[in-house]
């Protein structure tokens, strides 16, 4: 952990080194502190977890004493490293039989979950004992206190936080390995924990929290953690949407209230009262690239699904507040309004349950019984709503019955009873008696008002709690819940196009130039006569890519966020998606947003900016607002990590100039993974060591795979999280990094240029590479896990070319091998370190450059978790010996990485200035190892041709262990 002055590599006042100080012993104290209160947590929930298996059957006692034996080993060997006890670690676990591998597999990856959880409680009790100010991690008020030492206004601070706009955008992705029903387990088990942490309990409290615990221990154990059949979208959108319900309903408006307090705390006034600058977008059930499974039906469902439950959420909330807001007094205005609600009110048919606890005394009630009864209305048609198209869309049993209402069913009996419920739930539901909320405007209005009339009447304490709650979740919530982006590559697109233009003939959209196709496009875009011709023979992916435009006509706008373009190449692929967006009469058209993801389309994008942006058409489209999005996963598995990262610093750096120069702001939307090999690492680092000026105040970031329970998947977590964008992102607007000097540039274009290279020519060019990668990874196996909706290769050939970046990185990632992140890093750097000149440059870039410093910081904490003595294992046990000289080959640069990174950031190990990080780390591997020679041996076993059901069910433990170990996927 740094403080901000270091982070900016700049010459801090006293106040803030003394900050710092203080911060560096922290940091030591709170690294013991954290090491022995997660030692005695999971020596507990070990414990509990192995005499439940002893306690199964008789069988299971020899197992439990054998996993002691075999942890007690690794534990020793983490501490000698002596290879004799490694063998000896590794002989016990072959010695297992199938079934005791199965076992003992789960136990260890359950026993890695447990140790995740005991940290997570631990991180929560952290933040919330800290001092304020102590650490700007875990307080707002510490960030910007330091801003206002550095000579900023508290005006200026509460400006730049006001006008904030973090959009935090949740996808699901192909490696997510963790079922929903184990993350509620996991949540109960963190709470149950947190209340054991608490001071005073008596003998007896604790033991009720303890069998608390063992009865959730023992549930968790008897529940199968690996899915039998692969998720759908929807269930994929209803786990997002769980998220929502469960945590962010809650965190968001105890986050805005944080940032309320911490502005009061440097002097500052109060957010606004419908403030929210943190909003939730999601990409699950929109995300159609790649993804066969996600039709214009689904998505049709999933915004259906989210208005549905936004409605049932104000439901109880607005109930809530009938038992809160019992005033008597409030403005002329709400009194009126009061009266008119009441006498409303007592005219429906349900009049006793819609007045409930209203009375003409006091008119806050009458006014939010008003609001429940129309949102009793809107939930009961949002509902029915979503079943309809559910079953409209559906293929099974309920889409082939007749909606008539008039319609036989036959004589009687259970089937016909179950075909008239599903018949009915296909028909359109009526038009609702009582009037629905379609938007959030009128409900957001009545609140404010309700709000005004507390404030003038003296209850302003009042006003500022749930109401203000409530005010602050509709504004970011809406009356959908979360906002949907599409996504579709733009190959589709293309291929749209060529039968559009072929079905009219003129020809094949694809074989004219760039020019031609802007001009073609400008042209139809201002002519009112319609291009497409409906009702022609065109493909199925054509027809999909069509009706999704008809479906987004039919949509809520306020539900839509950006359509995504992957694989954008040029000016052309936005217009197109304009086009479309005309010729299916969209009123209200979605932004459009190109994602840039490869080296060769990064270094072309300002360039691809600068001509969008000069389309006369296309600048009165925008209205000075454009969205970029930035691949890192690809930009990574295409160049290596210098390679991209140095890639997007300057694409990033090129738009924002463009955008500067032609007065168009821009936001720039960030699809990092949850790898370092995929974009990941701490949102503070990420955010403080973007480019100069490229942050306003506003960010779009991908939550992928296992970030999204990591950083979101609890209330307290989910508001620290939320903070820390908040912070990070106020800080990045008032005070930029400092651009890089020329000697800087020079040299990370070195860098970069000699590690893409020796990336590629290892990657792309080696032969046997594809095999060595097949082989001596899982790569294959995760394949055929049911994780995800979207397959994890983008066709059956290619080798590494076709599939995705996640399991790329995940597949090496369950080696520990971890090379999509350091390879070529090593020969790159240590080609510079020779001349002494250069190595002054290299490590001033490390000290002063706050880009150079996160990127080497995240690259040695991956190297914190490599462990040749694994990964070799694997070459050793799975790869035939003519691949030893390329395996030599990886370790060496693996060996040359640690050892620059050693020498320029000045540690002698890994991680010696990060003891929190070192220690988590170093814990979980000896339970970790065991599970990587446990999947050697059953990769082995399944690639020789055993079949038995266990293998199987093994490997997949040992892949989920691994992840939990190694805390990502891809």
């Known amino acids: 952990m740094r403080v901000l002055g270091q982070l900016h590599g700049r010459q801090v006042e006293s106040g803030i080194a003394s900050a710092a100080a203080k911060m560096r012993t922290a940091n030591g104290r709170e690294a013991k502190e954290s090491s022995d209160k997660w030692q005695i947590a999971v020596s507990m929930l070990g414990n509990m977890l192995l005499d439940i298996i002893a306690q199964e059957r008789d069988t299971n006692k020899d197992i439990a004493e054998k996993m002691r034996t075999i942890i007690t080993i690794s534990k020793r060997y983490h501490v000698t490293k002596e290879k004799k006890l490694f063998t000896m670690m590794a002989e016990h676990v072959n010695s297992l039989t199938i079934e005791e591998a199965c076992t003992a597999a789960r136990a260890l990856h359950m026993l890695l979950d447990l140790g995740n959880l005991a940290e997570r409680q631990i991180s929560i009790d952290f933040s919330e004992g800290a001092k304020s100010g102590e ?27 006001s006008k904030q706009m973090v959009e935090f955008v949740f996808t699901a992705h192909p490696t997510q390995a963790t079922r929903r029903t184990i993350i509620h387990k996991h949540v109960k088990i963190v709470n149950l924990l947190q209340k054991r942490s608490m001071p005073h309990l008596s003998t007896k409290q604790l033991h009720r929290i303890d069998m608390e615990l063992l009865r959730e221990v023992r549930s968790m154990w008897r529940t199968t953690a690996i899915r039998e059949k692969a998720p759908t979208p929807i269930s994929e959108a209803k786990g997002g949407v769980a998220v929502i319900e469960d945590v962010l309903w809650e965190a968001i408006p105890r986050h805005v209230r944080s940032l309320d307090e911490s502005l009061v705390a440097i002097g500052a006034e109060k957010l606004p009262p419908d403030a929210c600058p943190s909003r939730v977008c999601s990409w699950m059930g929109g995300d159609r690239d790649g993804n066969p499974y996600v039709t214009w039906q689904t998505t049709e469902s999933v915004i259906a699904l989210g208005r549905w439950r936004a409605a049932e959420l104000y439901f109880k909330e607005v109930d809530t507040l009938l038992w809160e807001l019992s005033m008597n007094q409030c403005t002329p205005q709400v009194n009126s309004l009061a009266k008119r609600y009441f006498g409303m009110l007592k005219n429906q048919a349900e ?19 008003y609001l429940r009864m129309r949102l009793w209305s809107t939930k009961q048609f949002q509902e029915r709503y979503y079943y309809h198209l559910r ?36 028909r359109m539901p009526p038009a609702p008696e009582i009037p629905i909320f379609w938007d959030s405007k009128e409900m957001l209005t009545i609140l404010n008002m309700l709000y005004n009339s507390l404030k003038e009447c003296g209850d302003g304490m009042i006003a500022d709690g749930r109401l203000q709650d409530l005010i602050r979740r509709v504004k970011c919530f809406g009356m959908h819940l979360v906002t949907l982006d599409v996504r579709q590559e733009s190959g589709r697109h293309l291929l749209a196009m060529d039968e559009i233009c072929t079905a009219v003939g003129i020809g094949k959209f694809s074989d004219w130039d760039e020019q031609k196709r802007i001009d073609f496009c400008v042209k139809e875009l201002q002519t009112p006569r319609p291009l497409v ?26 539900a839509l966020g950006a359509y995504v373009i992957s694989m954008a190449k040029s000016p052309s692929d936005v217009l197109v998606v304009e086009l ?38 296309y600048r009165k489209r925008i209205k000075g607002k454009q969205e970029i999005m930035l691949g890192y996963s690809d930009s990574a598995k295409d160049a290596g990590r210098f390679a991209s990262v140095w890639g997007l610093y300057k694409a990033q750096e090129g738009m924002c100039a463009v955008a500067r120069e032609m007065g168009v702001r821009l936001t720039l939307f960030h699809g990092r993974g949850g790898t370092v090999g995929r974009g990941g690492g701490p949102q503070h680092l990420a955010i403080l060591s973007q480019p100069p000026r490229s942050i306003h105040g506003s960010m779009r970031i991908t939550v992928q795979g296992e970030v999204m329970d990591k950083d979101f998947g609890l209330r307290q977590i989910a508001t620290r999280s939320l903070n820390c964008y908040a912070a990070a992102v106020a800080e990045a607007t008032l005070q930029p990094a400092i ?23 290892t990657v792309y060019s080696t032969k046997g590479f594809n095999t060595f990668f097949a082989l001596s990874t899982p790569v294959k196996e995760i394949g055929e896990m049911k994780l995800g909706s979207r397959p994890s290769r983008r066709s059956k050939a290619g080798g590494v070319t076709k599939l995705r970046a996640i399991p790329w990185v995940f597949g090496w990632t369950q080696t520990r091998f971890h090379l999509p992140v350091w390879l070529g890093i090593g020969t790159a750097m240590s080609s510079v ?8 440059i290299l490590v001033e870039m490390y000290r002063e450059w706050p880009f150079f410093r996160s990127t080497l910081s995240l690259v040695e904490m991956v190297l914190a978790k490599a462990d040749p003595q694994i990964s070799n294992w694997y070459v050793n046990e799975l790869v035939p010996v003519t691949y030893a000289a390329l395996a030599a080959s990886l370790h060496s640069e693996l060996k040359r990485t640690q050892e620059a990174v050693k020498e320029v950031t000045g540690h002698k190990v890994i991680l010696e200035a990060d003891k929190m990080l070192k220690l988590a780390v170093d814990h979980r591997m000896p339970y970790t190892d065991p599970l990587n020679i446990m999947q050697v041996e ?15 069910m093994t490997l997949y433990s040992t892949i989920q262990g691994i992840a939990a170990g190694m805390q990502n996927t891809g």
């Not at 009375?359 to 009630?365: A, D, I, K, S």
């Not at 000097?741 to 240029?753: D, H």
Request: aromatic letters at 10%; glycine letters at 4%.
């Open 135 to 161: 650490n700007k991690y875990y307080d707002v008020v510490a960030t910007l206190r330091t801003l206002k030492l550095k000579g900023f206004t508290p005006s200026q601070i509460r400006d730049a936080v």
């Open 533 to 558: 011709p409906w009702g022609a023979d065109y493909s199925p992916d054509t027809r999909e890519v069509l009706d999704t435009f008809k479906m987004i006509s039919r949509a809520d706008p306020a």
């Open 580 to 617: 479309l967006q005309k010729e299916a009469r969209v009123k209200h058209p979605m932004r459009v947003a190109p994602l840039f993801e490869t080296k060769t389309d990064l270094a072309a994008s300002a360039s691809n900016l600068r001509k969008l942006l000069s389309i006369e058409w």
């Open 351 to 369: 009049a006793e349950y819609f007045i409930s606890r209203a009375n003409t005394n006091e008119p806050y009630r009458c006014v939010l019984a």
């Open 833 to 840: 370190l020779t001349s002494g000149a250069k190595r002054k």
């Open 739 to 761: 651009a890089p000097k020329e000697a800087w540039r020079q040299m990370m274009e070195y860098l970069a240029n000699e590690s893409c290279n020796y990336y590629r020519k």
């Open 391 to 426: 079953a409209k869309h559906g293929k099974g049993r309920a889409a082939k019955l007749p909606t008539d209402p008039m319609a036989e069913f036959g004589s009687g009996g259970s089937h016909n009873t179950f075909d008239k419920a599903a018949s009915q739930a296909a």
């Open 938 to 952: 059953v990769l082995k076993r399944l690639r020789s041709g055993f079949t038995e059901k266990e293998l199987k």
